[in-house]
C-alpha cells in the first residue's frame, strides 16, 4: 500500500530530544486533561485509543486490514468482566486474562486469517469474528441481549480503590503508556522491520529466508492482545460488557478511527480515536445518524482524505514529498 | 411417522427448505460480488445494504405508489442499478488505481450511510411485505407442505442464476466481460468501451442484490438491518467458494444454505454459526476456495 | 490544423509517454505513409513497445498524433481502435477464458471489408485446426496467429504490431513473415516493432531507430545497402 508508509518522525540529531520533549507534553496534557475534560470521556477516549493502535500495528505495519478486531475487543470484555465479577480477581489480574484470552483468540483465528491476502484477508476477519459474535449472542455467560452488568472495578493490586474516579484514570493512563510502549517496542525491533520488509515485498521477504507467516501471525497475536487490553480495561471503566463491543460495527470503527487519524502512522490511531469517541458523544442523541454520519466520513475519508489528518499533518511539514500520483 | 436419526421427516424437509431458500439468496448475493470482483477487483461491501434497498424499493414501492410485487421486481432492481451506475460513476471510479483495500473501506462506508439513513426512518423493527395474491397458499406434496412463495423463490432464483451464468460463459457479451476481467486494457485497444462496460457490470451485480432483496421482501421482515445481517455470511460463502468461478458462486451458495439447514435440525445452536466453520476448514485445507483459482 | 499531406495516415510530433513517475518516451517524431510498412527498431527499453502503447492510449502521454489527420492524443482506446487501428500487443494479450473462436471473435467489427474467417483462416491454415481449445493451450506461435488474425476480421486497416517473431521458431517467423507481406499487398499500413533485423529488413519500406525514447535514425529500404548506412545502423542496435 503506498498510502501506508510510515515516515521516520526525523531523522537528524534533535530525534531523542524532540522524543523527551514529546514525552513530557503528553504527561502533562494526560495529567490536566481530567480537570479539563469529563474523565469518563477521556477514559473511553483512551481505551479506543488504545484499541486503535493496536489495530494500526497490523495494517501500518503488516499491510493486513483486519475487519475482525472486535472479536478481541469484546471477547476480552467479558473475559475481564468474569474475572472481575464472577472470580473476584483484582482489576490488574482481571485485565491481564482479558488480555491473554483475546491474545489466544487472536493465535486461533490469526492462524486461519493469515492463509488469505488483502481483501480475502479482510473478509476471512470479518466472518470469524462474527462466529465470536453469534458466540456470545448465545453464551450463558455473556448476558446476551442485557450484555454482562454489574462488573466491579474493585482495588488495584487490592488496596487502591478504582471507583475513585482519578485512580480509575491513573489506571487507565497507565494501561494506555503501557499497551503503546510495547506497540512502540514492537515496531521498533528487529521483529517490526521484517514486518515492515514483509508488507512492502512479502515474496523478497520470503527469498531472504523469513518466514513471513510466523511474522503475520505473531503481529496478529500482538495486535489482538492489545486490542483485548483496551477492551478489558474499558469493561472496567464502564463495569459493562456488551455485544456492542464484539459486534462488526465495533471492527469498523476501529477502522474508521485509523483512517481518519492516519493508516500507519503512529499517532494518527490516537487522533482518530479522539475525534471518533467524541462525535458520538456529542451525536449521541441524534440516535442512529451516528451511523450514518459515520459511513459519510469513511466515503469522504477514502475518495479525499486517505492520508488522514496526522498524515496530512507530515505532508505539509514534509514539503520535499512529491505529490500523489495521478489518476 | 417417518423418523431419520430420530429426527421428524417433516421437520427435516421444512429445514432443507427453508435452507435452500437461504442458499438462493446467498446464492445471488455472491453471484453479483463474483460478477463485480472479477471486472472491478472491488469486494462490494455494500452489497448488502443494496439488496436491503431493493427490499425498501419493493415496500415503498407498493405503500405509497401502489406498485404491486410483480412491478416491483422490474422496477426495484431498475431504481437501485441507477444508484449503482451513479455510486460507480462519482465514487468507485476514482479508486481504481488504489490497493484494493480502499474499495472495501468506501463500499463498506456506503453501506454505513444507507443502512444508517433507513434506520433514522424506519426504525429496526422489520416492516411486513404481503406475498402476491396469485403465489399464495400450500401444496401438499404428500411428503411436504411447500408454501407456492417458496418454491417460486427457488425456482426463480434457479432461473436466474442459470441466466446469468449462461449470459456470461456462452453469450458474445458474457467473451467480452471474460476478456475484461482478464485484461481490460486490451480489450478496450479492441474497440470496446470498457468504462462503460465497468458501470454496467456494477449495476448488474447490485441489481441482481436488489432483486434478491425484493424476492426476499416477503419472507423476511423488511428490515434496515437485512443487509448488514447478510453480507457477512456471504462473504464467508464467497470466501469458501472462491471468487474465480460463476458456477463456484451459485453451487456454493445453495449448498451452504443447504448445510446451515440441515444444522438448524441437528444442532441448532451451531446453526448460525456452521458456515463460519466450514470457512474455517476451507481455509485450513485448499485457501484459495473449492472453486477458486490461485490468487 | 488539418494535414494537407493526406498519404500520410500517422503523423507523431513531440510524444512524451509516462508509467507513473518514469517518463519513457522524450519526443517521438515518426510518420507513416498509407500503405507502408514501417519498423521500429532499438535495443530493449528504447521506447518502441511504449510508442505504440501511447498511440493506443494504453499509457499516459502527451504530444502530438494525428491519424488520418484527427487528432488521437486525448482520445481514450475504444475510440481510437475505431479508427480503424489494430493492435497486437508484445505478450500477445490471448485471453485463457476464451476458446479459439471467442478469442478470434472478440474484437468487434469497426470498419466494413475486414477479412472473412475463411480468409483468415487461409492465411492461418492452423487456427482452423484448434478453433475449440482453450485460448493459452495454443503454441507461442498458434498464439501469435491468433493474436495477429483477430485483429483482420475486424476491418481495422492499420496494424501496430509488437514484436510478432519473438521467440518463436524459424519456420514460423517464415510463415508469420509470409502473412505479413500478403497484408501489404492487400493495403494494410503497419507500424511493426521488431527486434529481428533480418526479419524487418526483408519486409519493411522504412526504419526509425529508437533509443532513449527518441527517434534517433531513419533509414529507408533502398539505403540498407549503402555500408555507411549498415555501420550506422549496427552501432545503434548493437547487432
Known amino acids: 500500500m503506498n498510502t501506508t508508509k510510515t515516515r521516520p518522525l526525523s531523522r537528524h540529531n534533535g530525534r531523542l530530544s524532540r522524543r523527551i520533549a514529546i514525552f513530557i507534553l503528553a504527561a502533562a496534557v494526560l495529567a490536566i486533561a481530567p480537570y479539563v475534560v469529563y474523565p469518563v470521556f477521556l477514559m473511553k477516549a483512551l481505551c479506543f485509543a488504545l484499541f486503535a493502535c493496536a489495530f494500526n500495528l497490523l495494517i501500518g505495519y503488516g ?39 483475546a491474545g489466544l483468540l487472536g493465535y486461533v483465528i490469526g492462524a ?28 450463558p455467560l455473556t448476558g446476551g441481549e442485557n450484555g454482562m452488568q454489574g462488573i466491579p472495578r474493585g ?117 482518530g480515536a479522539i475525534i471518533i469517541v467524541a462525535m458520538q458523544t456529542y451525536l449521541a442523541e441524534s440516535g442512529s445518524w451516528v451511523t450514518a454520519i459515520q459511513g459519510a466520513t469513511f466515503i469522504v475519508c477514502v475518495l479525499m482524505f486517505r492520508e488522514g489528518i496526522v498524515g496530512a499533518v507530515w505532508k505539509l511539514r514534509a514539503n520535499e514529498r512529491l505529490p500523489e500520483p495521478r489518476e | 411417522m417417518t423418523t431419520i436419526l430420530g429426527i421428524p421427516m417433516q421437520a427435516l424437509l421444512g429445514q432443507i427448505l427453508i435452507g435452500l431458500i437461504n442458499g438462493a439468496f446467498y446464492a445471488l ?37 401502489g406498485v404491486n410485487y410483480w412491478g416491483a421486481l422490474i422496477l426495484s432492481p431498475f431504481i437501485v442499478g441507477v444508484l449503482a451506475v451513479a455510486m460507480e460513476r462519482y465514487m468507485l471510479r476514482r479508486i481504481y488505481k488504489l490497493d484494493h483495500i480502499y474499495g472495501l473501506l468506501l463500499t463498506f462506508g456506503t453501506a454505513l450511510l444507507i ?41 426463480a432464483s434457479l432461473f436466474i442464476c442459470f441466466a446469468t451464468w449462461f449470459l456470461i460463459e456462452k453469450t458474445r457479451l458474457g467473451s467480452y466481460l471474460r476478456a475484461a476481467t482478464e485484461n481490460p486494457k486490451l480489450v478496450q485497444a479492441f474497440g470496446i468501451n470498457v468504462p462503460l462496460m465497468i458501470t454496467l457490470t456494477y449495476a448488474f451485480g447490485v441489481a441482481l442484490a436488489a432483486l434478491a432483496g425484493v424476492m426476499a421482501a416477503p419472507i423476511y421482515q423488511v428490515s434496515p438491518v437485512m443487509g448488514s445481517n447478510i453480507i457477512i455470511v456471504v462473504f464467508a460463502v464467497v470466501v469458501i467458494g472462491g471468487m474465480g468461478s460463476i458456477l463456484g458462486a451459485i453451487v456454493s451458495g445453495f449448498g451452504l444454505g443447504l448445510i446451515e439447514g440441515l444444522t438448524k435440525v441437528f444442532y441448532p445452536e451451531a446453526s448460525s454459526t456452521v458456515i463460519f466453520v466450514v470457512m474455517a476448514i476451507v481455509l485450513l485445507v485448499k485457501p484459495t476456495g473449492l472453486f477458486g483459482r490461485a490468487e | ?74 482520445l481514450p482506446p475504444h475510440k481510437i481502435a475505431r479508427f480503424g487501428i489494430g493492435y497486437v500487443p508484445e505478450e500477445r494479450g490471448i485471453f485463457s477464458s476464451l476458446d479459439v473462436t471467442e478469442n478470434l ?51 481495422a486497416d492499420f496494424l501496430l504490431l509488437d514484436e510478432v517473431t519473438e521467440g518463436l521458431a524459424p519456420v514460423i517467423i517464415e510463415q508469420i513473415g509470409i502473412a505479413i507481406g500478403l497484408l501489404k499487398e492487400r493495403g494494410f499500413t503497419i507500424l511493426l516493432v521488431e527486434q529481428n533485423f533480418p526479419f524487418a529488413s526483408r519486409i519493411a519500406d522504412r526504419h526509425y531507430v529508437v533509443e532513449n525514447g527518441r527517434v534517433v535514425d531513419m533509414v529507408a529500404k533502398d539505403d540498407l545497402n549503402d555500408p555507411g548506412v549498415a555501420e550506422r545502423l549496427h552501432s545503434f542496435l548493437g547487432v
Open chain 1, 63 to 101: 499491510g493486513l486490514l483486519s475487519f475482525g478486531h472486535a472479536a478481541f475487543f469484546g471477547s476480552a470484555a467479558y473475559l475481564c468482566g468474569y474475572a472481575a465479577r464472577d472470580l473476584g480477581l483484582t482489576p490488574e489480574l482481571s485485565v491481564l486474562v482479558g488480555t491473554v484470552g
Open chain 1, 112 to 139: 486461519i486469517a493469515i492463509r488469505r491476502h488483502g481483501i480475502y484477508f479482510a473478509m476471512v476477519t470479518l466472518a470469524l469474528a462474527q462466529m465470536v459474535y453469534f458466540f456470545a449472542v448465545q453464551a
Open chain 1, 155 to 271: 482495588f488495584l493490586f487490592g488496596i487502591i480503590d478504582l471507583n475513585n474516579t482519578m485512580a480509575m484514570y491513573a489506571f487507565v493512563v497507565a494501561v494506555f503508556l503501557i499497551g503503546l510502549a510495547v506497540l512502540h517496542r514492537a515496531v521498533e525491533s528487529p521483529f517490526g522491520q521484517t514486518l515492515k520488509a514483509i508488507r512492502d515485498n512479502e515474496n523478497r521477504a520470503i527469498s531472504l529466508g523469513y518466514d513471513s507467516n510466523r511474522y503475520k501471525h505473531l503481529a496478529f497475536v500482538l495486535s489482538a492482545a492489545i486490542a483485548g487490553l483496551a477492551g478489558a480495561t474499558k469493561a472496567l471503566v464502564f463495569q459493562l460488557a456488551s455485544l456492542t463491543d464484539v459486534h462488526w460495527t465495533m471492527s469498523g470503527e476501529v477502522v474508521l478511527m485509523t483512517l481518519i487519524g492516519g493508516l500507519g502512522t503512529t499517532l494518527g490511531p490516537v487522533v
Open chain 2, 29 to 65: 448475493l455472491s453471484l453479483g460480488l463474483a460478477i463485480i470482483f472479477g471486472l472491478l477487483n472491488i469486494i462490494n461491501f455494500a452489497h448488502g445494504a443494496l439488496y436491503m434497498l431493493g427490499a425498501f424499493a419493493a415496500w415503498l414501492l407498493l405503500n405509497y405508489l
Open chain 2, 115 to 155: 443502512e444508517g439513513v433507513f434506520r433514522n426512518q424506519f426504525g429496526v423493527s422489520g416492516l411486513a411485505y404481503p406475498i402476491p395474491a396469485q403465489l399464495q397458499g400450500v401444496q401438499n406434496l404428500g411428503f411436504i407442505f411447500l408454501p407456492n412463495y417458496r418454491a417460486w423463490v427457488l425456482v
Open chain 3, 1 to 74: 490544423m488539418l494535414d494537407t499531406h493526406c498519404e500520410k495516415r500517422l503523423r507523431i510530433e513531440g510524444l512524451n509517454a509516462f508509467y507513473g513517475d518514469s517518463h519513457v518516451l522524450h519526443g517521438i517524431d515518426l510518420h507513416v505513409e498509407r500503405g507502408e510498412l514501417v519498423t521500429l527498431l532499438g535495443r530493449n527499453g528504447a521506447g518502441k513497445t511504449t510508442t505504440l502503447r501511447a498511440i493506443m492510449g494504453l499509457v499516459e502521454r502527451r504530444g502530438d498524433i494525428r491519424f488520418d489527420g484527427a487528432d488521437l492524443s486525448r
Open chain 3, 105 to 155: 471473435l472478440l474484437p468487434p467489427t469497426i470498419k466494413p471489408g475486414g477479412m472473412t474467417i475463411e480468409e483468415i483462416y487461409t492465411l492461418f491454415p492452423n487456427l482452423k485446426e484448434r478453433a475449440g481449445s482453450q485460448g493459452t493451450k495454443l503454441s507461442g506461435g498458434e498464439q501469435q496467429m491468433l493474436a495477429m488474425a483477430r485483429i483482420l476480421r475486424t476491418g
